[in-house]
């Protein structure tokens, strides 16, 4: 998966000046679970402007579901 994605597409996060993984999630979300693949859009130690493909552009892969839940820490049973 593509993390320079994450830093120049997710709008609500500050890109390589960090972030939450909730924003991130959000932004998996909005954008319909669709993230490129690293080969697709390496990681360039910096921001820059996003060019994502998608899955329709080639080399993007799409999640069917996702769980963002809280869970107790060292709870293995409900991370599952």
């Known amino acids: 998966l593509s993390e320079q994605q994450i830093v120049d597409c997710d709008t609500i996060d500050k890109g390589c000046n960090g972030g939450y993984f909730t924003n991130t999630f959000r932004y998996l979300q909005n954008n319909q ?38 869970v107790t820490a060292n709870d293995a049973a409900a991370m599952r």
């Open 33 to 70: 679970w669709q993230i490129d693949g690293a080969s697709v859009y390496p990681y360039r130690t910096k921001a820059s402007s996003c060019t994502f493909k998608g899955t329709n552009g080639g080399g993007g892969v799409k999640f069917g579901s996702l769980l963002n839940r809280k």
